[in-house]
């Protein structure tokens, strides 16, 4: 199955594109070094030595100094379409992902409506095929309206075209229900995607439980409430010998209980976000909701560190950037009663090569890799640089310092959780699904070969 199976995108011009001199590093496929990379026809022709790379009629980018790797995916976007296009769109939403470097992302179906049916799917898959500027597939609802009650139709679901199940914003806080979904997901297909968190122990908390919270008379969410959720899942899981991927993991004690779920030997894959791997709870003393008010929130020092053992050792798979837009009336308001969520597509890439990979805690190749990694638990293949395949590119000058927000948002919400950051390395041209998907608008391409 190639990255886009199964994904919808605009139809467009296959790339003809030489990216000449460029630093190859695709971790997966064992490829690194200096090449041409020959992109012919939508697909990569080539890995040429450096200065041979040809094609016939190709467009040269001059990209000595500059690396390339296989393009991200993303498996948790909000575009907020259908009923709230205002904040997002898949036409504003697939641009800043381009941006960002991804050919590919999954959006969350915790819509207005939200997305809980066949016609909900086709709707969707047709507004992609008209305006998304990368690959996108849609999940659905696992229970109607997400109410937590009553399962959809999941195998109406999955052949209209739904590629998993989620009640993201929400958990499935009946077991009963989430056990009756296991057993249709071993019918229909298609990767479970939850929220985990027990609204009992989360009460009306806005932040995480702990001395800051305490500090600023906030409520807190205890990380339990997480953890506990995550356990119950896996027992079930296992029990349906069912598979489950769970969501933006924010906790210590979620990260010991998915390794001893995966000791175990049950089908389970877990993300993280870019904010929980390189922020804590002690951004929130600012009291900037825009910034720092998600849900799950931002944790302690020893929950971030976790986090990146977690990464590194491949407990989370994978990373997501659960990019969340909010309008500015829905975050200019006091802490608590501010919306939960932050974006992130455009500089996920940026802001942990800067906090992780610059200062050596973890290595470049691992973040690439972890960033296409989320392909994969949804049974979409992961994009790679191997001749022959489609090509799924993105170049980056590692060098190149910018200020987020400066230059405006291709998002069409502007909460950024780095919002006014300095962050060093920068996506410049991201070819999506054989085509060339966003150009840094400051950058030269060069002249055709």
């Known amino acids: 199955m190639s990255p886009t199976a199964a994904l919808d995108v605009r139809p467009g011009e296959d790339a003809n594109v030489i990216l000449r001199r460029v630093t190859v590093l695709d971790p ?45 995916f993303d498996p948790h976007v ?12 898949v036409a504003t939403g697939t641009r800043a992902a381009a941006a960002g470097g991804y050919c590919g992302i999954l959006a969350m179906a915790n819509t207005e409506p939200p997305v809980s049916t066949a ?44 590629i998993g199940f989620s009640d993201d914003g929400l958990p499935i806080t009946s077991a009963r229900v989430m056990l009756r979904a296991l ?24 932040m995480h439980e702990g001395p800051v919270s305490a500090a600023l008379g906030l409520a807190g969410v205890p990380a339990v409430s997480e953890s506990t959720m995550i356990a119950r899942d896996a027992a079930l899981a296992a029990y349906e010998d069912a598979r489950i991927h769970v969501q933006h993991l924010s906790a210590a004690q979620s990260v010991d209980v998915v390794r001893a779920a995966k000791a ?37 020092e020893a929950d971030r560190q976790a986090l990146i053992a977690a990464l590194r050792d491949g407990t989370i798979e994978c990373v997501a950037t659960d990019h969340a837009p909010h309008q500015a009336e829905e975050k200019e308001v006091p802490f ?29 190749g691992l973040l690439v890799e972890r960033l296409a990694g989320g392909a994969a638990p949804f049974g979409i293949e992961r ?48 070819v999506a699904a054989g085509q060339v998907a966003f150009r840094l608008r400051s950058f030269s391409l060069g002249v055709a070969a």
């Open 383 to 430: 994009p790679t640089l191997t001749p022959g395949s489609e090509a799924n590119v993105v170049l980056c000058d590692l060098g190149a310092e910018w200020t987020v927000g400066e230059d405006g948002y291709e998002s069409r919400s502007q909460n950024s959780w780095c919002a006014g950051r300095t962050l060093t390395g920068r996506v410049m041209v991201t």
């Open 28 to 72: 997966v496929a064992g490829i690194e070094g200096v090449h041409d990379i020959v992109i012919r026809d939508g697909r990569i022709a080539e890995l040429a030595p450096p200065g041979d790379g040809a094609a016939d009629g190709a467009e040269t980018i001059e990209a000595e100094g500059m690396h390339a790797f296989p393009a991200f």
């Open 78 to 89: 909000h575009l907020r379409t259908p009923g709230h296009e205002h904040k997002e769109d």
């Open 264 to 300: 175990a030997g049950v089908r389970i894959s877990a993300e993280a976000s870019p904010h929980h791997l390189c922020l804590t709870d002690e951004a929130v003393r600012s009291l900037d909701p825009q910034r720092f008010k998600m849900n799950p929130p931002l944790r302690g």
């Open 119 to 162: 016609a909900d799917i086709a709707a969707l898959r047709e507004r992609a095929r008209a305006d998304a500027s990368v690959p996108v597939g849609f999940l659905a609802t696992v229970t109607r309206a997400m109410k937590g009650e009553e399962l959809t139709e999941m195998v109406e679901l999955r052949e209209a075209g739904a």
């Open 183 to 206: 057993q249709y997901q071993r019918l229909c297909g298609g990767t479970i995607a939850l929220h985990e968190e027990d609204p009992q122990l989360s009460g009306d908390g806005v």
């Open 336 to 364: 608590e009663q501010a919306a939960m969520g932050v974006t992130g597509l455009e500089t996920a890439f940026a802001a942990l090569h800067t906090e992780l990979v610059l200062p050596g805690t973890i290595e470049l």
